[in-house]
């Protein structure tokens, strides 16, 4: 029985191992300036509202959104070993500091999909989809040029 758990620790941490460089490197692909695309939220378009918010993802995964006067700043982790992948932001300051904001994501080159629960407790947005009577925000967003 002792053989048969070591095998199984061993490829345990392969795949561990595995999803954390995956993570590292999304983390480093979301590196750089973000305009956004489309926004929904609960079900309603409010693209022409945000269109001039600044978005910068920095190395390491902090992140400053800045709209008007309004600046929002703070860190995210990823996690690449479920799916849809996940995000955990945590604001550090601004209008969201000390909330954790559960996502998920996917980023496809330039292109970059999250899917935010506004709503806070411990619910995750399970598609990417923002519904009517939901505090899900929809943002795709494209990479600066």
């Not at 561990?16 to 692909?29: E, F, I, M, N, P």
């Not at 929904?40 to 022409?48: A, F, H, N, Q």
């Not at 411990?122 to 519904?131: D, I, L, Q, V």
Request: net charge positive; aromatic share 6%; proline share 3%.
């Amino acid at each position: 029985m002792r053989a048969l758990l070591i095998p199984a620790f061993v490829f345990a941490a392969i795949c561990s191992a595995s999803a954390d460089d995956k993570s590292v490197a999304d983390l480093k692909a979301m590196v750089g300036k973000w305009d956004i695309a489309k926004a929904e939220l609960g079900g309603k378009d409010i693209t022409e509202h945000l269109k001039n918010m600044k978005f910068e993802i920095a190395e390491g995964g902090k992140y400053t959104a800045q709209l008007g006067e309004e600046k929002d700043v703070g860190a995210f982790t990823v996690d690449t070993a479920k799916k849809p992948k996940e995000m955990d932001i945590k604001g550090d300051g601004g209008p969201n500091k000390g909330k954790l904001i559960k996502a998920i994501y996917k980023l496809d080159g330039d292109t970059m999909t999250i899917c935010y629960e506004l709503g806070g407790g411990e619910t995750r947005p399970a598609k990417f989809e923002s519904k009517d009577d939901t505090k899900l925000l929809l943002v795709n967003y494209k990479r600066k040029k």
